[in-house]
């Protein structure tokens, strides 16, 4: 299965560092610069740079066998 992705979203002078990962066992989870959001984040467009992360439940790969 796929471990994640990295994107830049650029959203009108505002760059976004969007991180999107997916781990065994994780609690699903959104950050926007380090802080954890409750619900959907609104995208300023302050022209700084902000970074987000995406922690997604994995799940394990089953063996054969």
């Known amino acids: 299965g796929w471990t ?3 994107m830049r ?3 009108g002078e505002t760059d976004y ?4 990962r997916a781990e065994p066992g ?4 959104l950050l ?5 959001q409750a619900g ?3 995208l300023s467009d302050d022209g700084g740079t902000h970074f987000v992360e995406l922690v997604l439940p994995a ?4 063996r054969p066998g």
């Open 9 to 11: 979203l650029r959203h």
């Open 59 to 62: 799940e394990e790969a089953s």
């Open 4 to 6: 994640g992705y990295r």
């Open 32 to 36: 926007l610069d380090g802080v954890e």
């Open 17 to 20: 560092q969007v991180q999107v």
């Open 40 to 42: 959907d984040p609104l």
């Open 26 to 29: 994780a609690r699903a989870r």
